[in-house]
């Protein structure tokens, strides 16, 4: 094996992963100090402003915290499967961050080509729904382990919510690969360049049930009865403390960051910049000076971040639903939804060409 | 083969929605609910027996301590008795103020029971402005009194000190911006589809069922009884102000949130009403002692707090101290209701019966 071959195979995808997985676990902790701040600009009060200026260290005190507390495992417990729930819950959140597009262009770094994103294969989607869907897992496991009947009911529900909440999700995104015609992260980013329209344009019902459906498979309000802390507490986390703990609160936030930048990616045009065929509109890629990949970047991580607003814009606003209503709005109304998107998309892809 | 068996699960007395030390065993058959056993007492301190043995005018404080939410009315319930007991003829004006401010402290547990009722079924901001808003009455509590919370602010007789300068303008402000913001709230939850689903149908209460189990208070007005001392025995100055009963047909939870809505609105128009009209004069009865001896006798008084009919039962031996004391605590009968509320709902129900039911374990327990 030649050093370039070493390089091209090994430094660079490690180098870009180390990358990818310390921006995101940056992100997730100051995901959390963002919707506390949201949250309490909502609410009326101040949020965290102790720790650092105006609360910015508040994440890292987090951390410390959930690191140095006791961390007990509850009497008549599963020890093994208490402990590798929470891993089995992180890891595929974190895995499914392997084929997201941050950008198109190529960084040039010492001659060598890094690309913006992990990988890209054609299969994109369908490893993101399948990899995504492995963390209800970890959700069930830790319910069962913890001994516990609040973390079993807990378990018990986001099993049913997760995978009936899948179907609709994966419905909803078919519109869209019809109309990009690859399952391709990248192609589908690149199809909305040649389409000149994101995709949410033609797909919008998609994007509803989509968004709907995403909402509910990581668990956050409305639909966050597994962890109902009014009736189970904290659902299948009620016995996790300490580290194990933080590994679920983290896994929930990347699932959050994989399903925005999942819906990034298919409707709003992942890393283009809006109109992408205007070109009197280029000065909006202001950072091409620097390098093209970086308002890539940029228009990607705002557009993830509009979504982000709007999770939390939602814990904000609404109640909870109740579990049978959960179950009805999945298979009555999402589900009959997205089937007919499918179906009006493929009769007008067949009638127009 | 398959067998199914019930689970048993123990709610509270540590539990983030049972709004204090309530203990609920609950059975289960997956979701729905098999039966609910409310098991109380965690709070008790025998405040009756206490009582017993303190002269009159010192169990007012520990009346405060009963419904923390709702202070006043017990206060007035309390002191009312008393009076009765001994014929005290209290001035036009202390009732005048005791009317404003039992009025105030309805608003401000009402806003309390709709903050949590809210945040136990989801919705967090709710929570927020509902304590903004009590915030400004207790605050006119502490400007009148100095205390927030537990007030103590009647005496046998009347009131200690008169309103404090200004008192009336900052009331009038706060009940002229209430209905705003009565509104906001209306704005986060009544049409909310959510919000609906999960309280439209839910903890159904009968007229019949509701009377049958001694419910009062808004719970029984949902269920389309418009029965309230306030009306049918007039107390302090309620005879003299215009107000409605606020009833509705459907005797679910959210019948009961409109009607503790437009409670909430009727006590504003008390409230203005009341400060219009408020007269000059005494503000207590004059010829008082401290130790006082009310003849030998019983009595029993009703008035309507927040969470619904306060009976306070007193006899007097002619001595120093009651002889014997009993509180009829709307908490606790109303309580009793929860099986028939939430038998056959899901667990999630439980939480919203709680909710709507406004219990205050102190009230509870006593």
New interface residues.
């Given amino acids: 094996m030649s050093q370039d071959d070493l390089i091209n195979y090994l430094v660079i995808p490690v180098v870009k992963i180390a990358v990818v997985l310390g921006v995101v676990s940056g992100l997730v902790a100051y995901l959390t100090l963002l919707e506390r701040k949201v949250?309490g600009f909502?609410?009326?009060?101040l949020a965290p402003r102790r720790v650092g200026p105006s609360g910015l260290l508040q994440p890292i005190a987090d951390g410390i915290k959930l690191l140095i507390k006791e961390d007990p495992t509850p009497d008549g417990a599963d020890r093994a499967l208490f402990v590798l729930a929470p891993v089995m819950s992180i890891i595929p959140a974190f895995a499914a961050l392997a084929v997201l597009p941050f950008a198109a262009t190529p960084f040039e770094i010492f001659g060598y080509e890094f690309t913006p994103f992990i990988t890209d294969v054609n299969i994109g989607v369908l490893y993101i729904l399948s990899i995504t869907s492995l963390g209800v897992y970890g959700i069930i496991l830790g319910g069962w382990a913890s001994n516990s009947?609040?973390s079993l009911?807990g378990s018990l529900?986001s099993a049913a919510q997760m995978v009936s909440y899948e179907v609709p999700l994966g419905l909803s995104i078919i519109g869209v690969l019809m109309l990009a015609g690859t399952a391709s992260m990248v192609g589908i980013v690149e199809a909305q360049r040649q389409a000149a329209w994101w995709f949410f344009v033609p797909q919008v019902i998609g994007l509803f049930c989509y968004f709907v459906s995403a909402v509910a498979e990581t668990n956050r309000?409305?639909f966050?009865?597994p962890e109902?802390?009014?009736?189970?507490?904290a659902g299948y986390q009620t016995e996790y403390a300490g580290m194990k703990f933080a590994f679920y609160m983290m896994a929930e936030y990347v699932n959050m960051i994989v399903v925005a930048s999942l819906a990034t990616t298919l409707w709003l045009g992942g890393w283009l910049r809006p109109f992408p065929n205007v070109e009197a509109l280029e000065f909006l890629n202001f950072l091409n000076w620097a390098h093209p990949a970086l308002s890539g970047i940029f228009w990607f991580a705002l557009k993830v971040f509009l979504i982000l607003y709007i999770y939390i814009w939602l814990?904000?606003?609404?109640?909870?639903?109740?579990?049978?209503?959960l179950m009805r709005l999945g298979w009555k109304w999402l589900l009959p939804l997205s089937l007919a998107n499918i179906l009006v998309t493929g009769l007008v892809l067949v009638l127009w060409k | 083969m398959f067998r199914t068996e019930m689970m048993e699960i123990n709610m509270g007395p540590q539990h983030p929605s049972t709004h204090g030390v309530l203990r609920l065993a609950l059975t289960l058959d997956g979701e729905t609910i098999v039966d609910v056993k409310p098991i109380i007492g965690y709070l008790h301190r025998g405040v009756e027996k206490l009582s017993e043995h303190k002269i009159y005018v010192m169990v007012p404080p520990l009346c405060d301590r009963l419904d923390y939410v709702g202070s006043a009315s017990q206060n007035l319930g309390y002191l009312q008795a008393v009076e009765k007991l001994s014929g005290i003829e209290v001035p036009v004006r202390a009732r005048y103020i005791r009317t404003i401010i039992a009025e105030l402290n309805r608003v401000s547990s009402h806003l309390v029971w709709l903050g949590t009722h809210a945040l136990d079924i989801g919705a967090m901001t709710v929570f927020f402005y509902c304590f903004r808003e009590r915030e400004m009455i207790l605050d006119l509590f502490e400007a009148f009194c100095g205390a927030r919370l537990t007030t103590n602010m009647f005496r046998v007789g009347g009131i200690l000190e008169d309103l404090p300068p200004g008192w009336v303008e900052g009331c009038r402000r706060f009940v002229d911006l209430l209905p705003s913001r009565i509104q906001e709230y209306e704005g986060l939850l009544s049409q909310n589809r959510i919000w609906l689903e999960r309280t439209k149908g839910v903890g159904y209460l009968s007229a019949e069922d509701a009377i049958n189990w001694g419910v009062t208070g808004p719970m029984l007005r949902a269920a389309g009884v418009g029965y309230d001392i306030r009306k049918t025995e007039p107390y302090a100055a309620y005879g003299d102000v215009e107000f409605d009963v606020p009833t509705q047909r459907d005797a679910d939870t959210y019948a009961r949130y409109l009607v503790r809505l437009e409670e909430m609105r009727q006590s504003v128009r008390i409230i203005r009403q009341a400060l219009d009209k408020l007269p000059s004069g005494d503000i207590r009865a004059s010829k008082l002692k401290t130790r006082m001896k009310p003849p030998a006798g019983e009595v029993y008084h009703e008035v309507e707090g927040p969470r619904g009919v306060q009976g306070f039962y007193l006899v007097s031996d002619g001595g120093e101290t009651p002889y014997r004391c009993h509180f009829r605590a709307p908490s606790f009968v109303n309580l009793a209701a929860i099986n028939v509320m939430s038998k056959g709902g899901l667990v999630a129900d439980i939480v919203a019966v709680i909710g709507t039911i406004d219990i205050v374990l102190g009230d509870c327990d006593r």
């Fill in positions: 949250l909502m609410q009326l009060r009947k609040y009911l529900r309000l409305p966050d009865l109902a802390e009014a009736e189970l507490v814990r904000g606003t609404f109640p909870r639903y109740r579990y049978d209503q």
